[in-house]
């Protein structure tokens, strides 16, 4: 078995589509980035990376490469699980937290584990989504950003 961690954190802009594990959010802000700016897959990103010692994300996408400019989370998600397959691992378990004042994200919550369940080839019960706010406090609690944590367990494949 193998665990990895992951965190990240996007600023919340006018003129954006919010993005969160693949799911559109209804809410007039989206999270500004190279790409689409999924704070949560990008955490997860990490996280499965980090469980392979394979360094992180901003090295295998670079922000300084065009070809990234734009691109939905979920293909880079797609690409990081096909090297996780590759490398002779599944996905035991999945565990998050998002950090949003707002929008509220409880409505979203089983949309959210379904569309990381598809990419991670897992089933929804092995995914778990928390949200939480931060009760008003820093940037997050004033609606500037949203953030999230994840950690993850990998398990060697046939054992
Ligand atoms: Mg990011």
Redesign the pocket.
């Known amino acids: 078995m193998k665990v990895g961690m992951g965190f990240?954190?996007?600023k919340l802009v006018k003129g954006r589509r919010f993005i969160l594990g693949g799911v559109p959010i209804q809410y007039p802000k989206g999270l500004l980035?190279h790409?689409d700016?999924?704070?949560l897959i990008?955490?997860l990103i990490d996280a499965l990376l980090g469980a392979l010692g394979m360094a992180d994300?901003g090295e295998l996408f670079p922000d300084s490469d065009g070809r990234f400019r734009g691109i939905s989370?979920v293909v880079m998600l797609r690409q990081v699980m096909k090297e996780i397959s590759r490398k002779g691992y599944r996905v035991q378990n999945v565990d998050t937290v998002i950090f949003a004042e707002a929008p509220k994200l409880g409505p979203y919550r089983q949309t959210i584990q379904k569309s990381l369940a598809r990419v991670l080839h897992s089933r929804t019960s092995q995914i778990n989504i928390k949200a939480k706010t931060m009760e008003g406090m820093g940037p997050i609690g004033q609606k500037k950003a949203v953030g999230a944590y994840c950690v993850l367990l990998l398990k060697r494949r046939g054992k």
Do not use: K
């Open positions: 990240d954190i996007h980035g790409s700016g999924d704070a990008h955490a994300i989370s």
